[in-house]
């Protein structure tokens, strides 16, 4: 939404790792020149490591887009709780060798056989195992026997192994590692961005999406936005993609620090209550939960009941039938822009029902309030614009949630 309203060719702060995005401050620059002093021993083991959201997966993506496919077979491995009989199972399947119903040991042997072919072909492999810190003591120690893997002299797999900090200081610490250990070559720890780097990465982002100043940017924001994600790149992103999408909801033509406060309370709210719009029922995208309750205090009763075991909703316990409970999928975009219309028409009457009794100075006994003495009056004007207030917050909330969900998918676009 706001790419197109601001006129990007694309959204800047996604967080999906985008190599076209890579940024190389001066932390990034250390492990690619490390990843290529460590390729070109083509053995052992090469670690990252960063802090949750310090650029891991955007360096390796940058990483494939320099390597050459006819000299290099690269598998990657994204991690569970892996043992070692699993782990080698998935390390099988990731360079697309047919282990089903083989046990460990004729995996072992149908990796081994492949590693091979590929290097009387000519081609180095190298296996990418991410969020290492999840792995058990077991899977690593497999790590470190398939690395003994050989044709002749010639080592047949070189691992890149990326973890949190923990995965660190296991591998520091771990008094079973030290074979491991001395079979690493290389190893960095991303640093996260400093407050003059992530106003350069703000700006190399904006800027490759063809961003002219439009929206500008209030001094003292990004600063701002140091202070409240450490320079960790992910949480800029998160932050940024929220401000935007808030200038082109609000159409603002700059992006300042009081929407700053507003992202920052709302995401705030949203972790505390830990829900989510992926699965609504209808009454939270219906007209009534827009127009006059509050669609987050819906969400927020509806999450404690349930965390208490209580059924949603008033009355007695009733089981709910799979049908009322409906995916935002379901709905078609058709059906929430009238649902939005409506909800803006009755909030458009009410503010101008509001302004003209507060421009004409009307009295209670002027507008048919049936006797109610001015005071009260002056108290159910701030009620109602108390609500409206309430309302503009919650709606511009449900927006925002949506919007995200459905450009989180390329197969959503369409709505």
Request: charged content about 25%; some cysteine.
């Amino acid at each position: 939404m706001y790419d197109s309203y601001y006129g990007f060719t694309g959204r800047p702060f996604q967080l999906t790792p985008d190599p076209e995005f890579y940024f190389e401050s001066a932390s990034h620059k250390k492990a690619m020149s490390y990843l290529g002093y460590g390729l070109n021993q083509g053995e052992g083991f090469i670690v990252i490591t960063g802090e949750v959201g310090a650029g891991k997966s955007t360096l390796v993506a940058h990483l494939m887009e320099r390597i050459d496919p006819e000299a290099l077979t690269v598998a990657q491995v994204v991690t569970s709780a892996l043992d070692g009989e699993e782990l080698i199972h998935v390390v099988a399947q990731s360079f697309g060798i047919a282990v089903d119903g083989k046990d460990k040991a004729g995996a072992l042997g149908a990796i081994e056989q492949f590693l091979q072919e590929e290097a009387r072909a000519g081609r180095r492999c190298l296996l990418i195992v991410d969020e290492c810190q999840n792995l058990e003591f077991t899977a690593l120690e497999e790590l470190r026997m398939l690395s003994n893997f050989q044709l002749g002299s010639h080592p047949l797999l070189q691992s890149l192994l990326l973890g949190q900090p923990e995965f660190r200081r296991t591998l520091a610490h771990h008094p079973n590692l030290d074979q491991l250990r001395q079979r690493i070559i290389a190893s960095h720890h991303l640093e996260a961005l400093d407050a003059e780097e992530l106003e350069d990465y703000v700006h190399h982002r904006l800027a490759h999406v063809g961003w002219e100043q439009q929206p500008s940017l209030e001094a003292g924001l990004l600063t701002a936005l140091y202070d409240a994600t450490d320079g960790i790149p992910r949480r800029v992103n998160q932050i940024m993609n929220r401000l935007l999408l808030l200038g082109a909801i609000e159409e603002r033509d700059e992006i300042g620090l009081s929407m700053l406060d507003a992202v920052l309370e709302e995401m705030s709210q949203d972790q505390s209550r830990g829900g989510s719009l992926r699965q609504v029922s209808p009454e939270i995208v219906s007209q009534d939960t827009l127009g006059e309750a509050s669609a987050e205090r819906l969400l927020d009763e509806r999450g404690e009941e349930q965390a208490e075991g209580k059924p949603a909703g008033d009355g007695p316990a009733e089981p709910v039938d799979a049908e009322t409970e409906i995916a935002i999928e379901s709905i078609p975009a058709s059906e929430v822009a009238a649902m939005m219309a409506q909800r803006d028409a009755r909030a458009a009457e009410l503010e101008a029902a509001i302004g003209e009794l507060q421009a004409a100075g009307a009295r209670p006994d002027e507008v048919h309030l049936h006797g109610p003495s001015e005071d009260e009056f002056n108290e159910a004007l701030e009620r109602i614009e108390a609500r409206l207030e309430e309302q503009e917050r919650s709606f511009r909330h449900v927006m925002t949630m949506l919007i995200e969900w459905l450009e989180d998918d390329k197969s959503r676009e369409a709505a």
